[in-house]
C-alpha cells in the first residue's frame, strides 16, 4: 500500500441532465483508492451545500478529506461538461472558485512530505494563491507526478515548462505533448521523437503519452513501452485519463514490469470510457475480461 496525496480540484461535473462530483485529482485519488492505497486529496471547497455534499461524498469513500480547505468568499466549483456525438468531452469552467485559493498550511506539508507519490495538474496552478501552495508543496514531495491538462485560457507555456523541470514523472496526452513541443519550434517524425526531447529538456526520467482510443506510451528508464489499448464503444470520456493515470501510477508505485503496468492501466481507463461519468465502480474480473 502507497501513501499518495493529489492536489487541485474538486468540483461538480454538470451535464445536461444531470451534475457527478469530480475533478480530476479527485478522480485520480478514488481510483488509486480502489485499489486500497492510503489516499488523501487536499483542494477547497465553499462554503455552501455543493461543497458539503462534496466533502461527505469523499468521506464515504474512505479517501482523506482533512486537508480540504473551506472558503467563505468563493463558491464550490461547477464546470459545465459539453458531450459530442462520440462521446468526447469539453468543458467549460468557471473562475474564480474555492480551488484556487488553497492555502499553503504545515499539516498539508507534513502529509505531502510522508507521501510515496505527490500528484498535481496544471489547471490548479491557474490562479497564485493555489499555484503558489503547490510550489511551496513540491519542495516536500519524494515524487512529483504532473499531470499536463490544457484547458484554454487556463495555462501558459511558462507555467508549464516551470511544474515539467519539477516533476519526477510527466502524463500527456498527445495532442498536449505536440502542442508544447511546438511553442519550442521542435519538430518530430513520431512521438517517440518529442517525448525524448521534453526527457532532455526537462531532465524527466519517466513520460507518458495517452492516445485516446490507441493506447498509450510509456518512457521509463531510457525504454519505450507501448500499449495499443482495448476497443470498446466510448460512453464518455471523462474521467477515462485520470483513472488511467492513477492505474499506471499504483502499477508503477508497485514496481509492476512496464509494459504489464501501461496495459492494466489502458484497460481501467477503456472501462471507464465505456460507462457513464467519471468514476464508475470496475472490478478486477472486469480488467482481467478486457485484456483478453
Known amino acids: 500500500m502507497s501513501k499518495i496525496v493529489c492536489f487541485g480540484e474538486v468540483l461538480w461535473d454538470v451535464f445536461p441532465s444531470h451534475k457527478k462530483i469530480g475533478g480530476a485529482p479527485l478522480n485520480v485519488a478514488l481510483r488509486l483508492n480502489s485499489f486500497g492505497n492510503d489516499v488523501a486529496i487536499v483542494s477547497s471547497v465553499g462554503n455552501d451545500s455543493d461543497g458539503k455534499e462534496i466533502l461527505k461524498f469523499i468521506k464515504k469513500t474512505g479517501v482523506s478529506n482533512s486537508e480540504i480547505q473551506i472558503n467563505e468568499t468563493y463558491k464550490t466549483s461547477k464546470v459545465k461538461v ?68 490544457l484547458r484554454a485560457p487556463h495555462y501558459s507555456m511558462n507555467l508549464l515548462n516551470e511544474l515539467m523541470n519539477e516533476a519526477n514523472f510527466i502524463k500527456f496526452n498527445d495532442e498536449e505533448l505536440i502542442e508544447i513541443c511546438k511553442n519550442d519550434d521542435f519538430k518530430a517524425d513520431n512521438l517517440e521523437g518529442y517525448v525524448s526531447y521534453v526527457s532532455k529538456k526537462t531532465n524527466t526520467a519517466n513520460i507518458c503519452v495517452t492516445l485516446g482510443g490507441d493506447g498509450a506510451i510509456l518512457f521509463k528508464s531510457n525504454t519505450f513501452y507501448r500499449s495499443s489499448g482495448y476497443p470498446i464503444k466510448v460512453k464518455d470520456t471523462v474521467g477515462a485519463g485520470d483513472s488511467f493515470l492513477a492505474t499506471l501510477t499504483d502499477g508503477l508505485l508497485k514496481n509492476k514490469n512496464p509494459q504489464d503496468a501501461i496495459n492494466y492501466a489502458c484497460a481501467v481507463g477503456a472501462l471507464v470510457a465505456s460507462k457513464d461519468g467519471a468514476n464508475p465502480i470496475i472490478s478486477t474480473t472486469d480488467i482481467v475480461a478486457m485484456m483478453k
Not at 469552467?93 to 512530505?113: G, L, N, Q, R, Y
Request: contains cysteine; negative net charge.
Open 82 to 149: 459539453i458531450l459530442d456525438d462520440g462521446g468526447s468531452a469539453t468543458y467549460d469552467i468557471e473562475f474564480p472558485c474555492a480551488w484556487d485559493h488553497i492555502e499553503f498550511k504545515d499539516s498539508t506539508k507534513e502529509i505531502v512530505k510522508n507521501s510515496d507519490a505527490f500528484i498535481f495538474g496544471s489547471l490548479i496552478a491557474r490562479n497564485n494563491v493555489s499555484k503558489n501552495t503547490l510550489l511551496s508543496l513540491m519542495k516536500s514531495a519524494k515524487f512529483k507526478v504532473f499531470d499536463v491538462n
